[in-house]
């Protein structure tokens, strides 16, 4: 499985990006997607979970509001819609995959395929 995300950059306070997560190796419409976050000096941060259908969304309370996650699985392309962003959420940005078709979550041992981030810094 490899994941390629893409869409990051330099953005100011208040603006909009919208991430994606290109997937291949395996049918990715049998699957959850995650998104996950690290800023410099901390943990790696859940940020939102969708399903295989995109039927179900989850999201951190840092997220809620803010950010949405989506899914074209005729495309095989995870997306993170982010908007109104803060200094706060300059960090590299992950997708992730499960192993199983089975399981989904918000802890990162609960993924098994990462992509290989990409930067996201909001100035103030």
């Known amino acids: 499985v490899q994941l390629q995300a893409s869409g990051g950059g330099l953005v100011q306070a208040g603006g909009s990006l919208r991430l994606s997560c290109a997937a291949s190796?395996?049918?990715?419409?049998?699957?959850?997607m995650g998104w996950f976050r690290q800023a410099p000096g901390k943990e790696r941060e859940f940020l939102a979970a969708?399903?295989?259908?995109?039927?179900?969304?989850y999201y951190a309370d840092s997220a809620k509001g803010r950010f949405t996650v989506s899914r074209d699985n005729a495309k095989s392309t995870l997306y993170l819609q982010m908007n109104n962003l803060k200094p706060e959420d300059t960090a590299v940005y992950y997708c992730?995959?499960?192993?199983?078709?089975?399981?989904?979550?918000?802890?990162?041992?609960?993924?098994?395929?990462w992509g290989q981030g990409t930067q996201v810094t909001v100035s103030s």
């Open positions: 190796g395996r049918t990715f419409s049998s699957y959850a």
């Open positions: 992730a995959a499960p192993f199983s078709d089975t399981s989904w979550g918000i802890e990162a041992y609960e993924y098994d395929y």
């Open positions: 969708i399903s295989w259908s995109g039927s179900s969304t």
